[in-house]
């Protein structure tokens, strides 16, 4: 009997990714699974699992779980930075910046539920060996949308009965709120969660 070979197309191969591409792979699978254990639990070989390589190569990307962590956590800075770089820095008034942060925020908790839960959880991680970390971050953050609106408040834009600094901490702080929306057995519309939260959070600043 003449044995018929399979098709070419249908011979399954291993891919081999350039070095730039595999990294590229495991870090999408390790914020995956940072997301779904928690940053205090994810290891090696759940992102070797979700990848589908052995547990050495990620080793060989991250030597150690402490590399790991913090390869994870810089990206989420990107992610952090990234976004409000883009909702502060076009023109437009306050008002204007504020929706687009709302927007940017709420739209990352839908499409992006991986990096939104990663935030959540580190924020709330007073732990050593990450809370500092985070604290820097907020502060960074902090700083930005406080000029930003110190800016418009010396402008004679917006006044408050809260300082500048004070509504920045609102604006760092109203993931908790959406991400308690977003998670209701019946989740609402995106665009009713960022009509919310733009009122929530600009409650407390008058338009001159």
């Known amino acids: 009997m003449i044995k018929t ?7 399954r191969r291993r891919t081999r990714l350039s070095p ?17 254990r928690g940053i205090g639990r994810a290891g090696h070989a759940e992102i070797a699992e979700q990848a589908k390589v052995s547990v050495a190569t990620v080793f060989n990307y991250f030597n150690t779980r402490e590399e790991l962590v913090d390869e994870v956590l810089a990206e989420i800075e990107r992610f952090v ?20 942060h709302v927007r940017l925020s709420v739209d990352a908790a839908y499409d ?10 580190w924020s709330s991680s007073v732990r050593e060996e990450v809370w500092p970390r985070y604290t820097r971050l907020l502060d960074q953050c902090l700083e930005l949308i406080a000029s930003e609106l110190q800016t418009a408040m010396d402008a004679g834009e917006i006044t408050s009965v809260l300082s500048a600094q004070d509504l920045a901490r609102s604006l760092t702080g109203f993931g908790y709120v959406m991400m308690q929306m977003i998670n209701q057995p019946q989740r609402p519309a995106r665009q009713e969660v960022a009509d919310f939260l733009f009122k929530y959070v600009t409650a407390p600043i008058q338009a001159r």
């Open 5 to 11: 070979m399979e098709p070419r197309a249908e011979i």
């Open 20 to 36: 730039e591409a595999r990294r590229s792979q495991l870090m999408e699978c390790a914020i995956e699974v940072f997301s779904r």
């Open 81 to 100: 930075n990234q976004m409000l770089s883009q909702a502060y820095g076009d023109q437009g008034s306050i008002f204007d910046k504020i929706q687009r």
């Open 112 to 121: 992006q539920p991986d990096y939104a839960g990663i935030w959540l959880e």
